[in-house]
Structures are given as C-alpha cells and as structure tokens.
C-alpha cells in the first residue's frame, strides 16, 4: 500500500534499500517472462533450484521447510522458536561462531517461521561460497539447540511478547487470525503467547526439527552470480549426505469454521487515541485459479492509492493516512481483509464508510476506465517485485511449496490482458465478500463500544489480556 | 536526519575493491545536464528492464521550519499531490498509475524527496506531471482542510505506535536548544491544526524554485530523451532567489541533560545522544565505522556484551546517518525484564569507555568493511538504490562525484582514529540521556 509518507527516521534506510534488480530477459522481450532457472531433486528427495543473475557478485541461498506455526498444536510459538534457534549452534559451530563467521565476510541472515513454513535465507558475496557453505549445511542439517542459548532467547521473547501489545498494528493481524480460524491451525499466532512459549524447551525443538525439517518435503534455491554447473556439484556435495526420514507427519485436518453472521471482537486500549481495524472474512487458496484477476480487482477496491477504499477514507475524508484490502493465500484457503485506522472519535465513520465501498463494488461495479488504469498499473509494478535475488530466491520456493509454475509469472500479463468487465463481475460475486464479515477493532471500548454493537455479534477482549 | 549507516560510505569503499566492481556502476556511466533555470539532472541508463524512476530531490526539511509551522515541509510534501492547474486534485495519481506508474514521497529534516517509478514508455507522462506541480500548484483550501485530516492520522498513529519515535523526539527536544533538528518531522500537534494555506503559498514560493532541486533518473531511458523532455516541461519554470541559508548552529552543551518520559510501558526504554559534526566533516567516516562496531549485526559490541551476554537488553543498538548540519550519535537500548534502568545505562557506559580505552581490533575494522562492500552491493541490485546513492551524495555531499574521490578518506581512517574520536563525542557533558518508563521516581 503506497502512502505519500513522512518517514521516520529509521525507516529511512529501508527506504532507500528497497528497489528493483535487473533481470537480463526484459531488454528483448517487454513481456516479463521467469528468467531461466534449472529444478533437480537430490537422492534423499530434497529439492534444488538454480537461477544465474549477474547483476552484482552477489548470492541468496533460501530454504524452506513445511515447518510453520500450523503445525504447533496447541503449543503456539514452537515452530517459530525452532526457526529462530537454526542459528543457535549446529554440530560444527557454536552460536558465536556463526554469528561472527557470517558477519566478518558482511553476510545477511535470517530464518523464521510463518503460518505454513519455515525459511532459513542467506545472502554473501560471491567470493565467500565456500566459507559460507559449510555454515549452511550445518545450521541445516545439523542444529544442535544449545540450551543455555535457547534458555536466553526464551526470556527475551517471553517479554517482547508483551512489548508487542504497545504495538496495536502489529498485533491485530494476530488477532484477526484467531478470531476468524478459531481452533483451526491457521488461527495459531506464529509469535506464540507466553504461557505456551514458557513451557516450550530445547528438547521440544529438536522433536519439532525431527519431524518437519527433512530433505523430501523442503527445498532450497539459490539464485545470484555463479555458474549453475559449479554451484549444481557444490550443492549437491552440501546435502547428498543428508539423510532421508520419510514425509513428514502432517497433523490432523481440522475444519475451517464458518459463521452464519456478522461478528466484531473489540480489543480495548485503555489509553489508545486511534481506533485500529479490519474488516475481513475467508478468502482462497494460493492454487487458485482465478488468482490473478482477483489481484486485479483488489487493486481497483484497496491495492494502490488511488484505490476506493484509500480513495475514500483517506483522499475525500481525511480520516487516515491509510486505507487498503488484500488477500493472503495460504495452501487451503487464506483471508481477505480490509485494513485502515483513524482516531477514537471517527471509528465508525471511517468503518461505514469502508463498508460502503465494499457494497459499491458489488452494486455499482468496475467500468472500462477503471479496469483499464488497474491492468496498466498491474502490469507496469510487475517486473519490479521479482527482480532482487532475494525475491527471486522466495519465488521459487513459493512454487515448491504452493504448487504452481512459472506460467504463473509468464502468463501473467495475458492473464491480466484477458480480463473483461463480465469478468470483473464473475469475480467479486465469487470472491468478495458483502456480508458475514468478521471485524476486529483495537481502540479505547469506553468511547466506541456502544456504537460498534451495530456490526455483529460482540466478543470483547482487553489487550493487556495474555494471547489474542 | 537519515539515523542509520551512511549507504555513502559504503560506496566509498567502491574503489578499494576495483578488481570485483568492473561491472558496477562508474563515475563516468552517471551523466549530467543542467537547465538554464539552474535545475540539475542525473541520468543513469539502464537497459535491462523496461522499467525507470524519476527522484526529485528538494533541499528543504523540517531544519528550514521555525515555531509555528513545524510539521510544514511534511504537509507541503503531500500537498503536492492535490493538484495543480493542468491537472486537478486527485489526477496526479489518477494519470499516473493508469498509465502503469506509482509514485511516493518522503520528508526528513534536511530534504524533501519525490519518487516516480514507471514504465519506461510512460516516460513524457511522469514529466508532464511533475513539470505541472513544481510550475503551478494550487493549493486549493478544501484539499488544504482534508489533507489536514490525513497528516493528524499520520501523527496519531506514529506515537500509538512507536515507543521508539516518542523517545526519540522527547530527547532531540532536549540535546537540541537552539537548531531546528529539536523538533520532529512530523511537526507539533497544535502547528499540524493551525497552518494556513499562506503559509504553504510562501513555502512553495521559497524553496519549490527548480534551482532549489536535482532530479535523478535511473533505468531504461537516454540521455537525449531525458533532456529533451526536462527542456520541455522543467524549463519554462523560473528560476527563484535562492532560499536564505539556515544559520542557527547548536551552542556547544555545556553538561549532561537528562529527560524523563513516563509511559506505561512494559520495561524502560533508553536512549542516549551524543552530538557529532555533520556528514561534511572529515570525522563522519570514523563515526560511521564506529556506529557500525557498535551495533552492525549480532557480534557487534552492544549487542553481544548487552542483549546476549549480560542480558541486560532485549533490544540495543546505536545509530548516526547523514546530515546537512551537526546531528546526534545516539544508543537505544530496551531493558530485559526486572534490569533496573540504571544498570542497563551504565553498561552502555562500559562498552563506550572500552573503546576510548582499548580501541578496536583489526578483525573489527576489516568485518566493517566488508559489510559495507556487501551493502554497496545489495544497493546496486537495484535501480532506486543507485537513484537514491547518486541523489543522497549530491545532496549531502555536494557533489556525486566525491563518492568516487572518498575511498582515500575512507582507507585512511585507523583504529587510533576511531579510538580518538570515541574519545572526543563520548564525553559526559554532549550527552542526552532520555529514559521512558511507567512512573517517574518520586
């Protein structure tokens, strides 16, 4: 969501980092096509992915592991604390030296747990492969979940968890999750609560390592300045030795609730002076066949400035600073969502308006120009988000996982080209919703309660409360 | 104010790695013109996606404000996108995005800049507009009055959400008695309420003058087509005085300050600001390197001796960036839980007198320039990066060519230097000392 912004200070820098790299094919070839990649699985069934790009000596190695926070049970923050303690030590490295080792050569790391899975990223220069590797193997194959390290990484997480909540942006999404999944493992916060982190131990991760962190349902790709025959015999002299464990067991299916009815969970914020919001409900599966023409009209409704909904609440009113929609798809379904926040006193103004928007999406709908300006500018953002190694590198895991190809990028644009007023009027009776919605407010209940009753059945929580 | 790592600097280091950047970008890949109206254009040509960005740099910042119309820089920054005379409210952005474009802005204290990405055939388009707001803003009221709306959201949810930024202000608003760096971007509450359009009119009449400007374009178009187009649209546009330099300069502190900020938070946050000279100052590359020991990554100093050893802190670090006037080399720290805010303090303390002490190693030195390799690089990727680079080292540093001429300073500096000018800022009387926390102590 684009904002004409004031920049904090901190903010700055990722400013100025965020950007596009270059992707050779597109001098020839104005259609952005996925540049050529190279797919092999190794004997122990771990999947590989090579893409050359020579733009800067750089390399991004990305992993990742069917390993995310759906597969928690009911003790929230575990796959995510597993993520995090990859680093923490590994049969050859202690959590120091790998710190250090990684950081002398200048190399960015990370590794983290979201709803579905689990990354381990890295990113060096070129030169530095061979110091690198070793580091890599090991944190993947062999962690060993230092307990003293885990023991420090606990308690601070125990209290950033509660340093979270002064953050009510940062949060809602948690809440909004649970609310609408309920018990459903899509619900579990991938933070974790601190009364699940509390009891969480060392030897728990190692458990929860054996039994998602194998070689037959994960991937890595590595994408940057290299020859893709070297690098191909490099990795494959990394990982052959990685031992085979069978799939993974998958946790029972539960099922996805539905609601016959409105509901609205109010999050009080004794203290608070704006009111934050989303508007939501279910929304589709990554696989979805329809997913690009669903982009195009989140685009129309809250996908760029000049969007309806930012159009609005933000253009004509003056009641935010911003006002968007999206949908997050995960492997069985996922969740739309409009998003915006204003202050305490204009909470349902800005509410009702934004449900006017959405009704107008279904009673007015899109003309011509409209759907024109949003193809265009569809198109034109396109080449740009696939361009740093980096999201190159997530690309293709993303196709590993959620199961799709690079027809998805090459037929991109045609996709969108393809796209008919009828089309438009297929799409938002199918995908978007008008009514059932499920909202979650975060604000001061003592102002807004009585007025907010109005949007559906009420549950009502108090944000210093533990969890969400 | 840009509180991080100078990118700049790293692109100082260029040179002392020629071998492996034959392929980067050169001194002379960047070329130049400027208009008769005094408006300065960089143009980088990068073919290799149809795509380009246009950013339009103003050399004015909340350092240009004064009590009164704090905030104002910020407010003119979006209002210069509801509508001039060829193209009305909303049609900026409107034109713009139909047209396969998206656009941003951002305001810090010493510049103000304008962002246009976009396909490359939508070129004449992107000037079209630009050349229509710098030329003929209105300014119309009703925008003025809910644009208004927009900023005091933007205000709201800043300090609703940020215990970091709440800090921050309240302790710049102390180190600083007399420059303009004592107030926020953002501006004050009661000035966000009050400005007038008059005041916008007489901003935009000082400092929006095309000499008062650079533009830089990076991606898939020619210098040719640039300076046709700039002669077409940029031209015409008057030049204007040039606006009166800001003279104020901070007194020399004359002993430690202390501020108390009391919110309910779940541990005390802290934050402790030492004045340095500005990014002109031949001391800016030590200071860069030493923010960088300090707090780049998690076997720096702050991190490894307070967040992991000690456990002391959950979060700590230390920032510093470029400025056009003296600014602030300042440490954060949040306590871990039941840490009395004072031992957290003091063992910031310990770790900057170790440096007056002992100095730094070269292992220290060496991982510093590394990383900065690994940044320029990560910079380059990318064709904002390099607009931002070209545009921030014009800005900042007079000249983008400097950046070429710097990695002399930069090889230069030793591990005495920084020892030296660890020595010189780390004193007790320049510093700040901000602390939030749930009650004040009786």
Known sequence: MKTKKFTPAVLIMTFLFIGWAISPLMAENPTFKLPKYEKFTLKNGLTVYLMEQHEVPLITVSALFPAGADKDGDRFGLASLTADSLFFGSKNFSKKQIEENLEFLGASYSSGASKETARVSMSFVNTDTDKIFPIIKD????????????????????????????????????????????????????????????????????????????????????????????????????????????????????????????????????????????????????????????????????????????????????????????FDALKSTGTFTINSYTRTEFTVKAIDMALDVLNRLHTTGIDEATLSSAKNYIKGMYPPRYETAGSLANLLTSMFFYNFDESFINNFQQNVDSMSIEKTKEIIAKYFPKDKLTFVLIGKASEILEQVKKYGELTEKDLKTEGF | MKHVTSIVLTMMLLLCFTPVLSAMTKAEDIQNFTLKNGMKFFVLEDHSIPNANMYLFFKVGSRNEYPGITGLSHFFEHMMFNGAKKYGPKMFDNIMEAAGGANNAYTSEDITAYTDWFPSSSMETIFDLEGDRLANLALEEKMVESERGVIHSEYTTGYENSNFRLLLDELRAVAFTAHPYRWSVIGYESDILNWQRSDLKRYFDIYYAPNNAIAVMVGDVTLEKVKALAEKYFEPIPAREAPRPVHTVEPEQRGEKRVNVNKDVTSPNIMIAYHIPSSQSEEFVALDILSSILSDGKSSRIYSTLVNDKQLAVRAGAFMGESIDPSLFTFF?????????????????????????????????????????????????????KADNIGTYEIFYGDYKKLFEAPEAYKKVTKENIKAIAAKYFKKSNRTVGIMQKTEEK
């Open chain 1, 139 to 326: 944190i993947i194959q062999t962690p060993t979940f230092d307990q003293s390290e885990f023991e420090k990484h606990k308690k601070r997480t125990l209290l950033e968890l509660e340093q979270d909540k002064e953050q009510p942006a940062g949060v809602i999404g948690y809440y909004f999750g649970k609310f609408l999944f309920g018990n459903h493992p899509y619900g579990n916060p991938e933070t974790g609560i601190p009364s699940t982190v509390e009891k969480i131990t060392a030897s728990d991760l190692k458990t929860f390592y054996d039994a998602y962190y194998r070689p037959e349902q994960s991937c890595i790709a590595v994408v940057g300045d290299f020859q893709a025959p070297r690098m191909k015999e490099k990795i494959k002299k990394l990982f052959e030795d990685w031992k085979a464990q069978g799939k993974p067991v998958t946790p029972e299916t539960k099922s996805i609730p539905s609601y016959d009815k409105s509901r609205i969970l109010l999050v009080d914020k004794k203290d608070a002076t704006e009111t934050q919001f989303i508007i939501g409900t279910f929304g589709i599966p990554r696989n979805n066949p329809d997913y690009v023409s669903i982009q195009v009209i989140n685009t129309i409704l809250g996908g760029r400035f000049t969007s309806w909904l930012n159009d609005a609440l933000r253009v004509n009113a003056g009641l935010t600073y911003g006002a968007g929609s999206g």
């Open chain 2, 333 to 385: 720290a949040i306590c871990a839980k039941d840490v009395p805010v004072e031992t957290l303090e003091n063992a910031i303390y310990d770790e900057i007198n170790k440096i007056i002490t002992d100095g730094v190693t070269d292992s220290e030195l060496q991982k510093v320039k590394n990383r900065k390799l690994f940044n320029f690089y990560r910079g380059m990727e990318t064709i904002n990066g």
